[in-house]
């Protein structure tokens, strides 16, 4: 089966979807979403149960669209034909981070390298520039069993980064994290992002804030709000609930959502 | 080489490897006087070790099968870019290797016993170790590919008691399929023929373990379950009637320097120097019969291949059970003559119709004539009768004795007539 | 001790310890044993001794997966007595295992007197229940496999240390295995009791 020619990669959007839909036998997960991200840390927010999660799968390739279009790094995500070399290039942390405890550190690091078919000669190396990154140098050479949670977490994000991602995709990076930690994972991720397709997601806004450069709420699988912290801060009012500008801004967002879908129907 | 030299270290392979030589050494140990002195004998056992081995690797592979699901790396590892075999291939060879590494580790180790009483060290017993090391490879892929199938902590023990039971209660004596191999005798070797099928059916075995636990798709899956049963269907099928051939080398007779002659098979040559002087001196004791032997051949009498001709002229010492583990006997040289003399130089007859109890009586009245001592212990009516038998004998005109003995020679060889009654009454007229 | 409170509670202890799986498995598998021991039943006379004992493995291996939780260390600060829980986990995890096995034995061809099954379930519990409070409960019926297999393998030994050796494969009325048996019961259940498993994590 030859496959059409391609057009040319769009080098403008890392991640661009229409129509991306995801079904889970009748439940809707993602419903036509259209979306585009490109360099930069984007912020994926949303209730629990909005579809932040299944959207984060099928952007890391780990399950498939069941409607609509979706291209990664401009190849379009059902062409099985670049799929490994997509791959090569995505970094992915989940939102349950499985891990093998019986590895150390740095082994662990340097697997998942091997598994994303780094070059031999680089692995080494790339391992322990993440470990330092992350602030692990001094346990890489422990098991993973002996980690806090914490510790494991940042683990999760070594792996993610190790291949040098052009996507990077990072499921609830901050659960587990002491306030420090995630203070400096904020400033890493600011860091990445410059060159990088960052993008994470989570329910804690105050990660959106110090991390982000712009936001999209995710709710019941459809877009409700897509734009920079600025203009989701701007969006709240004294009268929405929160104890920030950005939570305001997000109830606010929320319930004119909400508001719109109910009033749709 | 990255991941092959990460999970030689991290992978159930280690777990292996020390399961394998804690439990074989033990064994090694624990049956340390079944393999005397001989390297086909050290080949075997190592065979007979994988009535354990075998359950071992399986379990221990059926764990490391199950890693990715203990660990719930399934989702992170769906996304990278490596495909799913090539993953799985470090792995596998590190199970591989581990399980090698301990079985050469056995083989080495036994070897520390057998190399320096070995008279022998022909044979195909290297091929025998190698076709057994293929089945414990095969043994932890499969049981990599059912961890696999099937990641709960109740895989591997289930695995374990079921191919231990199935291997125990197996009824097919050395069959083609199974991974323990007995030999019936030191003087037999396993023939070739059936040495290839099983190196065809494991090495079969193993490969479709291997596809299967690299298998992403249903095909690969298929494609195992076709070569493990063309492996099976081939070796059963070009597999000889009769596993084991009467070795040709090992089972040659060698003799000591000067006559009378004194013969052992090759591979227990170790025998002879101790056995040389007391037998010659047996043949000395038993040459005033008419029919007294004229040579000394030691055998194994436990398999009928090999069992030599019944005649007067050969008297036969049978190895079984008689050396120790250097491969000389056991019994002192004094010991040794009361082999050597037992029944006058005669084997006992395959199931007389005339009852073992007279074949015993008669024994030991001509093997109280012979060594000049009483007939036995006489705490039973056989006992008594031998007793009895010894003294009306040794009433009898020297000449008449020594007829009497020839008959009951001739009567223990041709095994067609009742011992006992020679010695009464002589040849038949 | 509220009723529905506490048989929740009850459910979650065993879920956490995978009971319910080992619970539904056991049976099928002794059966499968069964099976196994009638169709290959013979004149051989060590046959049905070795299925009495191999059986009696796989029912303790499976009690063995249970005795400990994927979160032991988190259960270990839980305050809660968990001497009296562990207590009943191994004793009711050791009765299962013996009447299945004398069902097995009634049912099927005769594996062994009842004395002898009772005394290789104990004996074999004990070293699963000692190994699970050092090494965890996952790989806990190892050692009593290993024990196993050699001793079967090696077959049964009239030696003094050989009788302690294939301890499981003497007549009932042997001293030395009855005491070898019982010593590694008490042994196994004192440390299993009073230490509870092994703090163990992911694989």
């Known amino acids: 089966m030859s496959l059409p020619e391609q057009p040319a990669p769009d080098q403008a959007w890392h991640i661009s979807a229409s129509s991306l839909t995801v079904r889970y036998g009748r439940r809707i997960a993602v419903d036509g979403l259209d979306l585009t991200f490109g360099a930069g840390v984007h912020g994926l927010l949303g209730p629990n149960g909005a579809g932040k999660t299944t959207l984060m799968r ?208 | 080489m990255t991941a092959f030299r990460i999970e030689l270290r991290r992978s159930s392979a280690l777990l292996l490897a020390a399961a394998t030589v804690v439990v074989g050494a033990l064994l090694l140990w624990l049956l340390a006087d079944e393999w005397t002195a001989r390297w086909s004998g050290l080949a075997y056992l190592m065979r007979a070790l994988l009535f354990a081995l075998v359950p071992v690797a399986l379990a221990a592979g059926a764990w490391q099968g199950g890693r990715d699901r203990r660990a719930g790396v399934t989702e992170l590892f769906g996304t990278v870019a490596r495909p799913y075999p090539q993953r799985l291939l470090p792995v596998a060879l590190a199970m591989a290797a581990g399980v090698l590494v301990a079985y050469a580790a056995l083989l080495a180790g036994g070897s520390v016993q057998v190399a320096p009483y070995a008279s022998y060290a022909g044979g195909q017993w290297p091929v025998v170790v190698a076709v057994g090391a293929v089945a414990l490879v095969a043994a932890a892929w499969l049981g990599m590919a059912v961890g696999r199938w099937v990641p709960s902590v109740l895989t591997p023990p289930t695995l374990l008691v079921f191919s231990f039971l199935g291997q125990m209660l197996s009824r097919l004596d050395n069959g083609v399929l199974l991974p323990v191999l007995a030999t019936p005798s030191d003087l ?242 | 001790m509220s009723g529905p409170g506490w048989a929740r509670w009850e459910l979650l202890y065993l879920r956490a310890r995978e009971v319910p799986a080992a619970a539904a498995l056991l049976p099928v598998t002794m059966l499968a044993v069964g099976v196994l021991a009638n169709a290959s039943a013979g004149p051989s006379s060590t046959a049905p001794a070795v299925v009495g004992v191999c059986a009696a493995l796989l029912g303790v291996a499976f009690v063995g997966t249970t005795l400990g939780s994927a979160d032991a260390v988190l259960e270990h600060t839980a305050a809660i007595r968990w001497w009296p829980r562990r207590t009943v986990h191994l004793v009711a995890g050791t009765i299962a295992v013996v009447l299945l096995l004398l069902a097995v034995d009634l049912a099927g061809p005769s594996l062994a007197t009842t004395a002898e099954l009772v005394r290789n379930t104990l004996g074999l519990i004990g070293v699963t229940a000692l190994c699970a409070s050092f090494t965890g409960s996952r790989l806990s019926w190892c050692p009593a496999a290993a024990w196993t297999l050699l001793a079967v393998v090696a077959g049964p030994r009239s030696s003094g240390a050989g009788q302690v050796l294939s301890w499981m494969l003497q007549p009932a009325d042997a001293r030395t295995a009855a005491t070898t048996a019982a010593l590694l019961a008490v042994s196994g259940a004192a440390s299993y009791i009073l230490a509870g498993p092994a703090g163990l994590r992911r694989a």
């Open chain 1, 58 to 265: 099928v952007l890391a390739t780990a399950s498939p669209a069941t409607g609509g279009s979706l291209r990664i790094l401009g190849r379009p995500s059902g062409d099985r034909h670049h799929l490994r070399a997509v791959r090569r290039r995505l970094g992915y942390l989940p939102q349950r981070f499985g891990y093998y405890a019986r590895f150390t550190v740095r082994e662990f690091v340097e697997y998942v390298a091997w598994l994303k078919e780094m070059p031999a000669a680089d692995i080494p190396g790339a391992a322990q520039r993440v470990i330092e990154r992350v602030q692990l140098g001094d346990r890489a050479g422990h098991r993973m069993r002996t980690l806090s949670g914490g510790m494991v977490q940042r683990v999760g994000v070594a792996q993610a980064l190790v291949n040098d991602p052009e996507v990077l995709l990072l499921d609830e990076p901050t659960v587990g994290l002491d306030p420090e930690q995630r203070v400096h994972l904020r400033a890493l991720l600011r860091d990445v992002g410059a060159q990088t397709c960052v993008i994470v997601s989570t329910h804690l806004v105050e990660d959106i804030a110090a991390a982000c450069s712009d936001v999209a709420i995710i709710d019941e699988g459809r877009v409700a709000f897509r734009g920079s912290v600025d203009q989701l801060a701007a969006a709240g009012s004294r009268e929405d609930s929160g104890d920030s500008a950005v939570e305001r801004g997000y109830t606010a967002l929320l319930r004119q959502h909400r508001t719109r879908v109910v009033a749709a129907r």
């Open chain 2, 188 to 429: 037999a070797t396993v023939a070739p023929e059936f040495l290839a099928a099983q190196g065809v059916w494991f090495g079969g075995l193993a490969a479709a373990a291997l596809l299967l636990v690299a298998s992403a798709t249903v095909w690969a899956r298929a494609l195992a379950a076709a070569v493990a049963l063309a492996a099976a269907g081939v070796s059963s099928a070009v597999a000889p009637a009769t596993a084991f051939v009467v070795s040709t080398d090992g089972a040659t007779l060698v003799c000591a320097d000067g006559e009378p002659r004194v013969c052992a098979p090759r591979i227990h040559a170790a025998v002879l120097p101790a056995l040389t002087e007391p037998a010659r001196e047996a043949l000395r004791t038993l040459a005033p019969i008419p029919n007294a032997p004229t040579r000394v051949v030691a055998t194994d009498l436990g398999w009928a291949p090999v069992a030599p001709q019944r005649t007067t002229d050969v008297l036969v010492v049978d190895l079984r059970f008689r050396l120790n583990a250097t491969g000389r006997f056991e019994a002192a040289p004094a010991g040794l003559r009361t082999i050597l003399l037992k029944g006058a130089g005669t084997q006992s007859c395959p199931d007389p119709a005339w009852g073992f109890e007279r074949d015993v009586a008669a024994d030991q009245a001509a093997t109280g004539w012979v060594t000049g001592r009483p007939a036995g212990p006489a705490t039973d009516e056989y006992g008594r009768l031998g007793e009895r038998t010894l003294s009306e004998l040794k009433a009898l005109p020297r000449p008449e004795q020594l007829a009497r003995l020839a008959a009951y020679r001739t009567a223990k060889v041709r095994c067609d007539r009742d011992p006992l009654t020679a010695l009464t009454t002589g040849a038949p007229r």
